[in-house]
């Protein structure tokens, strides 16, 4: 049954993005905030100055590249919960290759660092994907799994052999040489927001454009007809849990080489989570997940620089995230379409169905 | 010099064991009863989470750790109510809705604790203290284990032989068991599936919430952001583990403290291992455990399907 049917999209995009604002008023005031002057500081850090713009941009990047790869997962049915984890170690392969190799020309190094970091972060998704389709696992469970583990890892490392002996005491690693890191385009574009765009165009082209990508769509909407077409399903499982997870380590290894230079614990604050909401508001399609994700990094970074003029609590992304993703999920729901046209009959007088 | 083999045989241990499974067992029996019943809750997390910021709140407020407990249910029941009404009277997709709700709290417990304590963190606050039994206490090994515990901890033992009792043993668990394997079959035979689906979501609500609630008044006596740790997600494990039965649901979460409580000791021994590597041990025990034990699990045929009558 197509519940898309029963609303009409445009106003199921209405009414989520207006629910999600009277949430966001409620929070704003809850915080004992004025609502205007609020919103005016948010826009401001966001948007409102060349360096707040690249900012946003810079705060989009590791978001909307995770957050492509769990749109690609979420296509074939499957929940990539462990974004958190593969941008961990995504920016651990990063790190330590900058570090073993600083001496190799930018050329070379920037690329290598990144493709480093890509492949752990498609390894750490892969891991997921084979337990799924060798062992069936749920994806659900060995995903968050996965993230304590690589939180761990990096943990125990930034504590011990990767931390800066001649650093400041905290758990960080040094700092990557100049010759590791990504270049700013004219002061204004990080050449991450770059990579994010090609990502995006290469998801889109994935998903729409190849045979691979009616495989992924079709063994997420028909897992029986898919298998019956001759589709290995734990190919195609492992496969995009693969691309998820290296899309999440390109986050990591963006964030670490063109934005903190150096890797510690509290390297990401809950990217791999924000990235599932934006690929579920994005509805799983690259365009969607795409603009999304550029927006919730303008909010991020918006937040982030009003929390110095208005104290605006950085919680209130995760808050807006959720309300969102609950709104789009009732909008799409079959009951809730039930709901509408039972009392839509019953304003016209007519007998419900 | 401490070593292994002590801290294997040490009574201690085990009574961190028990404490340490107690939240995850807590977790799990509640979405044995929602699982049972048809519906997917990976919502857990978020629940405790409420649970605990709850019974934190409540307890502060109240200077009752009594009241705690009544708060800390009640914000987690909140959100079961949520996941039941987007579950079971809107049919939208139990998972994602789960999600959400996880993000949800965890931005929502992050958002109240600032805007209400000053300094934006929690305070310590009045909790439970270990409940010593008569005579038992004092019996060698096994006092210290089993008998010192948290009144949660006899609690739970309870909710799990009522839970055994009411899902297997009762024509009310049976038609439960019915949602979860054909709620249209259920549906013909005049079975009420969305009301047995409500309370199989409310009791899992309170179960999760309990756990919750434990973490914070038995255990840390305070607040802090996450710190339910993805013992949401072990206690989803755990359910598949247990098949799906209240009592088996015991051993395996204590499988889940034991490997906790081991990770901890060999971090405050003098053993040279690395602390770091010590706390991932638990979500490594997790995919293996789960790892071994899957191929043999059988779920509710209908569980996580959508179900919206017609």
Redesign the interface.
Known sequence: MNAASFIPALTRGAVALVGTLIVGLIAVLAAGLDPVTTLQAIIDGAVGTPYAIRQSLTEAVPVTLTALGVAVAFRAGLFNLGGEGQIYIGALGAVGTALLFPELPSVLLIPFALAVGTFGGLVWGAIAGVLRAKLRLSEIITTIMLNFIAFWIVSYLVHGPLKDPGGSGYPLTREITTSAQLPVFGDLVPSGAVLMLVAAFCVWLLLERTSTGIRIKGSGSSASASRFAGVSMSRVTILVMAVAGALAGLGGAVSLQGDQHQLGDFFSPGWGFDAVAVALIGRGTATGTFITGVAVGALRSGIQSAQGTAEVPSSIAQILLAAAVLFVIVGNAEGAGQMVRRSWSRTRGLASD | MTDIFDIVTSATLYAAAIRLALPIFLAALGETFAERSGLVN?GLEGMMLMGAFGAVLGSDVTGSALAGVAIGLLFALLVAA?QGF?AI?????Q???G??????????T??LV??IWEGGNAPQVPGFSAFHFPILADAPFLGVAIFQQSIFVYVAFLLALISWWALMKTGWGLRMRGCGEDPLACESLGIPVKRLRWQAMLICGGCAGLGGVFLALGELLTFSDGMS??RG??A??VV?IARWSPMLAIPSALLFGAVEAFALRVQSSDLNV?P??M??LP??A??VV??IV??RSNPPAALGR?Y?RQ
Request: aromatic share 8%; net charge negative.
């Open positions: 990976v949520v987007v009277n809107l049919g939208g997709d998972i994602v809705c999600i959400a709700l996880n993000i949800g709290a965890l931005g929502v992050a958002f600032r805007a740790g993805g997600f072990i989803l494990a598949i690395p770091e590597l706390l991932a979500y490594v997790t995919i789960y790892a899957v191929g959508t919206v």
